[in-house]
């Protein structure tokens, strides 16, 4: 099966970011979100990270139009009537990506793969939600999505071999690196990636040390390219959250019990450079 079309699900940083790199590797994208002003917002940031490429020599203005020209913005699930392969890269809610599952079985061609970039919900329970489990897979991006070179593809247990070859040569396509995880809470990355976070909030919690100087350990001492704190305001405080939900609902073990900090700091809308601010405060646009 060869994909030509190409759905996303969500226009958020990583569905924006998904768009783009599938885009600029030739493909024609629908990018659908439930509101215009979501989908507008994530062209914009789109056309951003391309003029960024344009004005430091990586990219022409026409290559950049070419991208942006494969892009077809929608607010209609329906629109993915036409799609050969779709990710949904909607918020790490699992009632949410059921019911975007459930829509997308029912829209898409029976043959095409749906898959979810979620960062830590079980593949096989989203898989459940469909009469297609073996065309479900995880694709899981890292943030930022155009600089990142990973692609975590996560295994169901009812996933064909099909999809999954599918699956990982369109991550090489996109110009990424696949790895291949088994379908266990938080897979690799995340298994890894958010118990150290979530360490370095109790690390602020217990007041061992300020957010600069915990994040300047990491990155001074091992290399980080950014400290935990200033990376969970990337990925987003909520989504740091529910992933530590994930893993500590999955494995019932106290080493993943989320600190009490991360959940004030979302219960008190301090989600990060979305929303303003996190551990650092951050410029609105
Ligand atoms: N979108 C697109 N491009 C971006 C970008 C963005 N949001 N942010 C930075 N870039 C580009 C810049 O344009 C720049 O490009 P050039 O070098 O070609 O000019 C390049 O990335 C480097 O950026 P900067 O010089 O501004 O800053 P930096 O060197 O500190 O790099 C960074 C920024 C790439 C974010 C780097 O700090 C980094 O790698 N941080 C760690 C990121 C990480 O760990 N991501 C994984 C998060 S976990 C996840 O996503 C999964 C999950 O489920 C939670």
Same mark, same amino acid.
Do not use: E, S
């Given at each position: 099966m060869e994909v030509k079309v190409f759905g996303v699900v969500g226009a958020g940083q990583m569905g924006n970011g998904i768009a783009q790199v599938a885009a600029a590797s030739g493909l024609d994208v629908i990018m659908n979100d439930i509101a215009e002003e979501f989908v507008q917002k994530g062209l914009g940031a789109i056309d951003a990270n391309l003029e960024r490429g344009v004005s430091k020599g990586r990219l022409s203005a026409e290559d950049k139009s070419a991208v942006l020209a494969r892009i077809r913005a929608s607010t209609d699930i329906n629109d993915m009537a036409g799609v050969d392969f779709v990710v949904e890269a909607a918020t790490e809610r699992e009632e949410l990506k059921f019911t975007i599952f459930r829509n997308l079985d029912a829209v898409c061609p029976p043959e095409a793969i749906l898959a979810t970039n979620t960062s830590s919900i079980p593949i096989g329970r989203i898989a459940a939600q469909t009469g297609r489990p073996e065309k479900v897979i995880g694709m899981h991006f890292m943030n930022p999505v155009p600089v990142m070179k990973l692609v975590e593809v996560i295994r169901g247990l009812a996933t064909s071999d099909a999809t999954f070859d599918l699956t990982w040569s369109l991550s090489e396509h996109f110009g990424k690196t696949p790895a291949q995880a088994n379908d266990?809470? #938080?897979?690799i990355a995340n298994r890894i990636l958010m118990p150290m976070i979530n360490e370095a909030v109790y690390c602020l919690y217990h007041g061992v040390g300020t957010a600069e100087d915990i994040d300047t350990v990491m990155k001074?001492? /091992?290399?980080?390219? /950014? #400290?935990p704190l200033a990376l969970a305001d990337l990925i987003g405080l909520d989504t740091c959250l529910a992933i530590m939900e994930t893993l500590n609902d999955g494995f019932r073990d106290s080493k993943y019990r989320p600190c009490p900090l991360l959940r004030k700091y979302v219960e008190a809308g301090w989600l990060g450079r979305k929303s303003g601010r996190g551990f650092y405060r951050y410029d609105r646009k």
């Open positions: 266990y809470p #938080g897979f001074l001492g /091992m290399n980080h390219p /950014m #400290g």
